[in-house]
C-alpha cells in the first residue's frame, strides 16, 4: 500500500525533477516506473533511488519529451499497487531544439588531421559529442587513418550529436580530401562540403560475427539493417579489396533489410577482415569482424610433376598431357591462345588449324599452378599434306627488309624523314621505336605508308633527345 502517492507536477524545461512515493510494507517489494506505460530504466537522465520505505525516481536535464503520464508499480507476492500523476513541462518562449544551419563537414587537411566543421543553433546552447564510426571522440583521443580510394567509409564517418533539453539533432559527414593543387589556396565551402545526409544514417540490427571455417567449405556472412529508410546500396570489402559479385562471391538481399555474401569455396586468402558498408540517404553504416580458415594438414597447393605437353596424334587431333598432383583434388582448366576450352565446345584443332599456344592451370582451395607448351609447324609437319605444306609455308614467311635504316647526322631544329622497305607477302606491321619506346602518331611524330612495302618516320623540330 501507498503511504505517499504519486503527486502532479509542473517543472521548466532543463531543470531537475522528482517523483517520490512512500510503502507501507517495503518488504520484498519490487518497483518499477512508467512513462506513457514505457517502462523506465535508470541511465544518465533518469536516477532511481531506494531508502527504507521511500522510493524515487530523478530526472535532471527534464526535456520536453518528459511530458505526460507517469506511474509507479509495486509488486510483492501479496500483490501489486500503483500510484499515477502527470508531469507538464514548461517551456520559456525563446527556447528552441538544435538545429543545424551548416551541415558537418570533415576535411582531412594538408597537414594530415580532420578538420571537423558546422554551425549549429539552439536555446539553452546545445552540448556537443562527437563520433567516429559510431564510437564517440574524447578528448586525448588519437586515431589512425588509412585512406581506400575503392572504400567511401575508409577514412571513417564522423557525426556530431548536438542535445539541449528541447530535442536532439545530428549530423555525418564522410571524410574529404583537399587536394594538394586546392591546398594553395583556400577552397571554398561550397567546394568542400559533402552531401547534405537526409535523416540519421543506418541503424544495423545484427552485425557481422567473427567466423572460423575450414579452407574449402563455404562461409556466408550476412548483417540486418533496419529498414525504412531504403538501404541505396551495401558493398563489402575483404582487406579494404572490393568484392565484386562472380561464380566464386553471391551477393543477395535476401529482404526485410537482410543481406549476405556466399564465399564458396573459401579459398586461402579469403582470411582477416571482412567489412559491409551500408549506405542510406542519412549516410554509411559499417560492420566489420575476422574470417578465419583452418587448413587440414593434408591439404596442399598444385604442383606439376610433369609439364603441359600438346601432341598432334596419328589422327591429327592434339593430345594434352600432363600430370598434377595437390589436395583437394585440383580442378583443370584448358586454354588455347589465352581462350578457355570448355566442355561441348567444338574446335577445329586437327592440322594448322592447332598452331598455337597451350596452357593449363590447376586449381584448388590452397592455391593454383599453370603449364604452358606450344605446338608449332615442326611438331605438325608430318601430319600435312603437300597443300597444306604450301598454304602454311605461304601464311607463315617472316618478313624481311628490303631497305633498312642507315645512320644519318642532322642538325637540331631540322626535320628528317626515316623510310624502310619490307616485303609485302603476307602483308606486315610495321612499328617504330626510338631507345625502346614505341613511336605514336603526334604533330612532332607523322607515321605514312606508301606501296609496295614503303614505310615512313617523319620528325619535325628534330631535338637532343631524338639522338639515338
Not at 567516429?132 to 564522423?158: H, M, R
Not at 547534405?196 to 557481422?208: A, F, K, Q
Not at 642532322?410 to 606491321?429: A, C, E, M
Amino acid at each position: 500500500m501507498f503511504v505517499r502517492s504519486l503527486n502532479d507536477l509542473a517543472a521548466k524545461v532543463g531543470t531537475r525533477v522528482r517523483f517520490l512515493v512512500e510503502l507501507r510494507q517495503a518488504h520484498d517489494v519490487q518497483v518499477y516506473w512508467y512513462h506513457k506505460n514505457q517502462e523506465v530504466s535508470q541511465d544518465s537522465r533518469y536516477k532511481i533511488l531506494h531508502e527504507g520505505n521511500f522510493y524515487c525516481i530523478d530526472i535532471s536535464q527534464l526535456s520536453v519529451a518528459d511530458e505526460g503520464p507517469w506511474k509507479c508499480v509495486a509488486e510483492s507476492p501479496s500483490g501489486q499497487a500503483s500510484s499515477s500523476a502527470s508531469l507538464r513541462v514548461i517551456v520559456p518562449k525563446g527556447y528552441r531544439s538544435p538545429v543545424f544551419l551548416e551541415e558537418l563537414e570533415a576535411i582531412l587537411t594538408a597537414e594530415g588531421t580532420v578538420s571537423l566543421e558546422c554551425k549549429v543553433v539552439g536555446v539553452p546552447t546545445p552540448v556537443l559529442k562527437w563520433y567516429k564510426d559510431g564510437e564517440e571522440i574524447k578528448a586525448g583521443d588519437v586515431f589512425a587513418l588509412t585512406a581506400n580510394a575503392n572504400d567511401p567509409t575508409s577514412l571513417g564517418t564522423y557525426t556530431c550529436e548536438a542535445i539541449n533539453c528541447m530535442g536532439r539533432s545530428v549530423s555525418s559527414s564522410r571524410v574529404r580530401v583537399v587536394s594538394r593543387e586546392s591546398s594553395l589556396r583556400p577552397p571554398s565551402r561550397k567546394e568542400m562540403r559533402t552531401p547534405t545526409p537526409i535523416g540519421p544514417p543506418p541503424v544495423l540490427l545484427d552485425e557481422l560475427t567473427d567466423r572460423k571455417v575450414k579452407v574449402g567449405d563455404k562461409a556466408r556472412l550476412s548483417i540486418k539493417v533496419e529498414t525504412p529508410p531504403e538501404v541505396l546500396s551495401v558493398t563489402w570489402y575483404n582487406n579494404s579489396k572490393k568484392i565484386e559479385p562472380s561464380d566464386k562471391y553471391r551477393l543477395s538481399d535476401e529482404g526485410g533489410g537482410r543481406h549476405m555474401i556466399e564465399i564458396s569455396p573459401t579459398e586461402l586468402g579469403d582470411d582477416g577482415e571482412w567489412k559491409a558498408v551500408v549506405k542510406t540517404e542519412g549516410g554509411y553504416t559499417t560492420s566489420v569482424c575476422k574470417l578465419t580458415l583452418t587448413v587440414p594438414r593434408n591439404y596442399r597447393a598444385p604442383r606439376f610433376l610433369d609439364k603441359l605437353r600438346a601432341l598432334l596424334t596419328e589422327e591429327g587431333l592434339v593430345s594434352f598431357e600432363c600430370k598434377v598432383v595437390g589436395y583437394p583434388t585440383p580442378t583443370l582448366q584448358w586454354f588455347k591462345d589465352g581462350q578457355e576450352l570448355k566442355p561441348g565446345d567444338v574446335y577445329q584443332l586437327s592440322g594448322t588449324n592447332s598452331l598455337g599456344k597451350y596452357s593449363c592451370i590447376a586449381k584448388n582451395c590452397m592455391g593454383e599452378a599453370d603449364s604452358s607448351a606450344e605446338l608449332t609447324l615442326e611438331d605438325i609437319k608430318a601430319h600435312l599434306n603437300e597443300e597444306e605444306k604450301e598454304q602454311l609455308l605461304a601464311t607463315n614467311i617472316p618478313p624481311r627488309f628490303i631497305q633498312g635504316l642507315r645512320s644519318r647526322d642532322v642538325k637540331i631544329g631540322d626535320p628528317i624523314r626515316l623510310t624502310v622497305q619490307v616485303t609485302v607477302n603476307p602483308p606486315p606491321n610495321v612499328t617504330w621505336y626510338h631507345e625502346d619506346e614505341v613511336i605514336l602518331d603526334s604533330p612532332k611524330y607523322k607515321l605514312t605508308h606508301q606501296e609496295p612495302g614503303l614505310f615512313h618516320l617523319d620528325v619535325t623540330g628534330l631535338e637532343m633527345v631524338d639522338q639515338s
